[in-house]
């Protein structure tokens, strides 16, 4: 979250950003609870410290002997004041936090206004001279994708990778992990569900409560992205400078419910409730967050470059970028059955904004002091995408469909999907 005073500070920056978001706040409410709060704050040390004259005063009476009865009268209208003061203070506080959970990221003074930026293209979209499918039919027809049977195990947007299908998730997975560890990368493999406090602290909750799957009996919510438990790895820890820059991999399921709009759009495996993702994530320092930035995105763009998948990198405007990003890219890969580009992978730099709320510090070497890291994290990459771009870019006219070379040796040297594979 932000801080407060720099809130206070720099209003005309947080109005510009939901400006620039195409998001509303009540800012000004939220300035009133503020100095209401701040008010009581100092009335009430002013009394407390009235009180602990008076209290004092009592003491040196008391030992001569004299009368203290009006003193004491005074010391409980003096406790009930500074009582009624606390609970006044408490009410503007939880407002003021409550403000601060809703309110998104400011943004990066490069994020875009209205569209996104195209950055750069890679590879070559491909050229068919036959009437090409799209991912759901190649699947069906191949018999390596069941959306029937997902429906009937689970329900609409759930679906059964079978044979080769379910092979070449895995290969992608473990191909992806590979690469990242060669990267520099460190692989973990944390808990597919979270509890509240770290699903509050990488900004999950409260805001985006409806889209997430809880466990009811057990208050645990079932990760919408690796992002979740790995950031939370170092909650209220304080780390060392020279651990920085620290980069974790992950494989994890995602669930995500996709309330409102988005669950009338599913299709085949573009969206779906249940995916398979690899995520990388990092804390920096906050000189070279943006730096680490690049280089994440770099990482995460060689996996499709391996897979000769032609994509294009975006810069993300306010209103799409995710609302604890402060700045950020999509790259998309080229999905032909629809002839336009499909995010496969979001690379954000969120500031200090989860380190806030998760209380993930570093001590400075030269100063002993504890300042807050920048947390960063993208897709590298949305496994199920991958699957849908692979099955769409290097289908052929009898159907099949070709394995990207580097998926060779992961697939036990399969390198065609046919019928009868």
Known sequence: MLSVKWIRENIDVVRDSLKKRRAKADLDSFLRWDEERRKCAKEGDELKYLQNKKSKEIGKLKKEGKDIGDLVNEMQELAGKIKNLERKKKEYESKV?????????????????????????????????????????????????????????????FVVCKGLGARLERALINFMLDLHIEQGYEEVLPPFMTNTSSTIGTAQLPKFREELYKCEKDDYYLVPTAEVPVTNLHREEILKEKQLPICYTAYTPC????????????????????FNKVELVKFTTPETSYEELEKLLQDAEEVLKRLKLPYRVVKLCGEELGFAASFGYDIEVWLPSQERWLEISTCSNFESYQSRRASIRYR??????????????????????????????????????????????????????????
């Open 255 to 274: 669930f995500r419910r996709e309330a409102g709009a988005y669950g009338k759009k599913i299709q085949g495996m573009i969206r779906v409730h249940q």
């Open 364 to 421: 400075e070497e030269s100063t002993g002091k504890t300042r807050y890291v920048h947390t960063l994290n993208g897709s590298g990459l949305a496994v199920g995408r991958c699957v849908v771009a692979i099955l769409e870019n290097f289908q052929d006219r009898e159907g099949r469909v070709h394995i990207p070379e580097v998926l060779w040796p992961y697939m036990d040297g399969v390198r065609i999907i046919g019928k009868n594979s």
């Open 97 to 157: 936090n409550n403000f601060l959970l809703n309110l998104p990221n400011r943004l990066h003074p490069d994020v875009p206004w209205d569209e996104n930026e195209e950055v750069k293209r890679w590879g070559k979209i491909p050229e068919f001279d036959f009437s090409v499918k799209d991912h759901q039919r190649i699947g069906e027809d191949l018999g390596i994708l069941d959306f029937k049977a997902g429906a009937k195990v689970t329900g609409s947007g």
